[in-house]
């Protein structure tokens, strides 16, 4: 795992494991690396296999008068790298890490459909609950 550190190159390699999942990133990787390098508050980890992009887990931090936590905003594994605990061992790190370098957080959580059985699954294996309120609607304006 390498944390994203605003490279053309790191750039590229989460646009490559986005065009094979999401396919949601529009953004060049010049300008993707500018945009992220304006948010320090969120992080973003790449899992490299044999130096191929594989999966990346991103995350924010939440300061509010209620509580200080990490969010985890997207996960995602390339097809030819899924159903072999990558996502798992993405979400072991990324635990691990916030404990190091976040011990402030109180805790990590994670907003995931109901229906995507396999991050649950993955979460799951790392200790995380579910609420057991079913699917969830994302609101946005804009």
Not at 7 to 33: G, H, Q, V, Y
Not at 125 to 133: A, Y
């Amino acid at each position: 795992m390498k944390k994203y550190d605003y490279s053309i190159e790191m750039s590229r390699d989460l646009i490559s494991i986005d065009t094979s999942t999401f396919k949601s990133i529009t953004l060049s990787s010049d300008e993707l690396a500018k945009r992220m390098s304006r948010n320090p508050s969120y992080e973003i980890f790449i899992k490299y296999i044999n130096d191929v992009p594989s999966g990346f887990i991103s995350t924010m931090h939440v300061c509010t008068p209620h509580y200080e936590a990490h969010w985890i905003d997207l996960m995602a594994v390339s097809p030819d790298y899924q159903n072999n605990g990558v996502a798992t061992e993405m979400i072991g790190y990324v635990k691990n890490y916030m404990n190091e370098y976040h011990p402030s957080s109180e805790f990590i959580s994670a907003l995931v459909r109901s229906s995507n059985v396999s991050s649950l699954r993955a979460l799951e294996n790392q200790g995380f609950k579910t609420d057991g309120q079913g699917s969830f609607e994302l609101v946005f304006l804009g």
